[in-house]
Each structure stands twice: as C-alpha cells, then as structure tokens.
C-alpha cells in the first residue's frame, strides 16, 4: 500500500507524519519562518529521512492554520484539504483508542472537540495556550523560550508564588486539600525566584486548561479528556494533571504522538474516506 501523508501546517512550525497500512511512520516537525519555507523544508526532509520516494505517496493532505498559504498540489501529488478540528478529533482517537473523549488541543491557543464515536464536533475554545505562556516569559523573565522556562520551572517552589488552600485554612477543604491552589500567584513572596516564577507560569497555563477541560465538559457527562499539541511535552504536565485527576475525578491522557494527532487526523482524513 501507498503512503498517506499528514501535514500540520502551523505559522512557522510544521508537523509530518506517513501513514501506511494504519501504521504511523517516523513524525517530525520542522521549524522556519514562513509556512510556505516550512512545510516544503519538512516535506522534502521527511521523505529523505524516510526513504520515501515521490512515487510512492499516494495523497497529501493539510491542516492547520499555516495551510491557507498553499493552494497548489506539493510536488506535484494529490493535494487535499483536512479540517483541522475533524483531524483533531480523528488523530486523537486513532493515539488514544478512545471512542468518547473530549479532545483539548493545547497549542497557542486552546480548542476543545468533542469526540463521540464518528460524531466530531468543536465546541468552544479559549485564547490561553503556549502564546500566553511565551508573552508572559517574556515580560516577567525576559526570555520567550518555552523549553528553558521549562527547565526553570523544574527546580521552582510554586508555594512561593500561587496562594494555596493551606495558606488560609487550617484544614482541608471539602474536595480541596491543602496544596490546591486557591489564587494563582496571589501569594507572590518577595524572595521568589525567576524558578519560583517559571513554575508559577507553567501552573497558570496548564491548570487553567485543564479546569476549563473539566468545566466544558460538565453538560456533556464526559470524564476522558485526550490532550494533544505541543504544549503536552512540558514536563510539568504529567505533575499538574494528575493531582487535576484526583480532584476532578476524571482522566487527562496524553498520547505518545500527542503534538502530531492534528497531521495524523489530516492523514486519516483521507483513508477514512
């Protein structure tokens, strides 16, 4: 059997994956300026890489917002067009084997799909995502590099940033045990540190997603919440989701491809139809 090319075509990051006989093969992504410059760039590498030749690709299909940019078939191969929140819903199920989810892509923004069998529907979204994470970096320790803040935050104390629920109670809540957090750096210490403060962004971004998830997903009765995106590779995500699980008393998952499931859905865009 052919090849299926996935190509998630964001503004200056481009994910690719193959899929061949409902095996995906070797993601990688590829960063450029433009989208254009990208997605040829992550193209031609992959299919070096790979050993694929042109002949042997059967169909390409895009997504993503960087997509609009290119209405011509690449490199002379069947193009199509995959609507990102279906390739979202569709990359997600094939990672997670999950046939009732709600899929939350954590990338500059935020978007939630709603996954019931073959039913794929987006139901909302926010703009807090890695863009947020990056601009308030910035601002606050001068460096928009989200890996390094990530390294930062793995040696921060996030008590001496976010106000936690054994900052103003003796015991524990009903539901909320002393280390939840009551106000998100509402008990910013004079003596913290650019860690402390790494950490405390990290919290922000990741938390809020994933009490947005669980708010969003109280009228539709859904506890799997399958997270992809490239936010999913922060370290700090498999600390934070897990205390959010026993509070919620729901699932976060994050899938092995969880920042490729958009280029995968695009793949299987085709081979499901």
């Keep these: 059997m052919k090849t299926v090319i996935g ?3 964001g503004t200056s990051t481009t994910k690719i994956v193959g ?3 409902g095996e995906v093969i070797s993601p990688i992504r ?3 300026t433009d989208p254009v410059t990208s997605l040829y760039g992550a193209f031609g590498k992959y299919l070096h890489e790979n050993g694929i030749d042109l002949k042997e690709v059967e169909q390409v299909m895009l997504t993503g917002v960087g997509s609009a940019y290119v209405n ?5 191969l069947p193009t199509q067009k995959a609507e990102e929140f279906i390739a979202d819903g569709l990359g997600a199920r094939y990672e997670s084997k999950q046939d009732r989810m709600l899929v939350v892509s954590m990338g500059t923004g935020t978007s939630f799909v709603q996954v019931d069998g073959d039913q794929i529907k987006h139901i909302g979204g926010m703009g807090i995502g890695g863009g947020t994470l990056k601009g308030l970096a910035h601002l606050l320790l001068g460096t928009d590099d989200i890996k390094h803040v990530a390294h930062l935050a793995e040696n921060g104390n996030i008590a001496n ?3 936690q629920i054994g900052d103003i109670s003796a015991l524990p809540l009903p539901g909320l045990p002393l280390d939840a957090t009551a106000s998100i750096f509402g008990n910013v210490k004079t003596t913290a540190s650019q860690e402390d403060i790494a950490a405390g962004l990290i919290c922000t971004v990741v938390q809020t997603i994933g009490s947005a998830t669980y708010l969003s997903s109280l009228g539709i009765g859904i506890k799997d919440f399958v997270m992809i995106g490239n936010l999913t590779l922060l370290p700090q995500c498999k600390l934070i989701f897990p205390e959010m699980e026993k509070l919620y008393g729901v699932r976060y ?3 092995k491809y969880s920042e490729f499931c958009t280029a995968i859905g695009a793949a299987l865009c085709y081979t499901k139809n």
Excluded: H, K, Q
């Design 19 to 21: 899929l061949r006989n």
């Design 72 to 76: 011509e078939p690449i490199y002379g």
């Design 253 to 255: 998952i994050i899938p």
């Design 7 to 9: 190509i998630d075509v």
């Design 161 to 163: 940033v976010n106000l």
């Design 30 to 32: 590829i960063r450029a």
